[in-house]
């Protein structure tokens, strides 16, 4: 069971839009829509953002959407803001495994 | 409202086995779709699944260290356990306690505990 992929950095001025990919295979992200994305601030517990694929938990901006290609996923965030600089990771359900998998993370940088 | 928190020691020696307490309230254990997991996040690294334990005593381990992993609940004190057996130095980590709710959202983490550091160093 593989880590997913994520490139390991990402970068945006304010105001402008990113999109964060999460590469898996059949097993996990392509065959499922069981793909999360996570938001972790410097020493802080990750926050959910994205789970289900597409879903927004209640509270988190509409800034943020999620979307599946294949065995990618994808994470976007529109309209940057200085607060969105962060770790970002997703996580899928492994049918290999019948557990989850995480990526290696990807740090959104706002120029 | 939701909250966990983690216990446990912060420095184990090497061979030595580890045991860390999840605390939680707001919610039971006993309600239908309702899990308790590990995940761990050595120094600058990514996230790792461990163990994750659900209402109906389902238990799902990692592949990788299921052999050396045991996840239990204590229902009456709102309590899950996790225990590892042989740490090593590359077991050093800050260890999450975090919930999931497979009825409102399925296989996500939507309450994460503070975090516990565990050191493995003789």
């Known amino acids: 069971q593989s880590a997913l992929t994520q490139p390991p950095s990402a970068s945006g001025s304010p105001g402008q839009s990113v999109t964060i990919s999460c590469t898996g295979t059949?097993?996990?992200?392509?065959?499922?829509?069981?793909v999360s994305w996570y938001q972790q601030h410097p020493g802080k517990a990750p926050k959910l953002m994205i789970y289900?694929?597409?879903k927004r938990p209640s509270g988190v901006p509409d800034r943020f959407s999620g979307s599946k290609s294949g065995n990618t996923a994808s994470l976007t965030v529109s309209g940057l803001q200085a607060e969105d600089e962060a770790v970002y990771y997703c996580?899928?359900?492994?049918?290999?495994?019948?557990?989850?998998?995480f990526g290696g993370g990807t740090k959104l940088t706002v120029l | 409202q939701i909250t966990l928190k983690e216990s446990g020691p912060t420095l184990v020696k090497p061979t030595q086995t580890l045991t860390l307490t999840c605390t939680f309230s707001?919610?039971?254990?006993?309600?239908?779709?309702?899990?308790v997991g590990w995940i761990r996040q050595p120094p600058g690294k990514a996230l790792e699944w461990l163990a994750l334990?659900?209402?109906?005593?389902?238990?799902r381990y990692s592949p990788s260290l299921k052999s050396r992993l045991t996840i239990t609940k204590v229902t009456s004190k709102s309590q899950v356990l996790l225990t590892m057996t042989n740490m090593d130095p590359v077991d050093t980590a800050t260890y999450y306690c975090?919930?999931?709710?497979?009825?409102?959202?399925?296989?996500?983490?939507?309450?994460w505990g503070q975090g516990t550091l565990v050191t493995v160093s003789s």
């Open positions: 975090a919930h999931r709710d497979q009825l409102e959202r399925p296989l996500a983490v939507d309450i």
């Open positions: 707001g919610f039971s254990l006993t309600t239908s779709g309702v899990g």
């Open positions: 334990i659900y209402w109906d005593d389902d238990k």
């Open positions: 059949s097993s996990d992200v392509g065959g499922y829509n069981y």
């Open positions: 289900e694929v597409t």
């Open positions: 996580d899928s359900y492994s049918g290999s495994s019948n557990f989850g998998v």
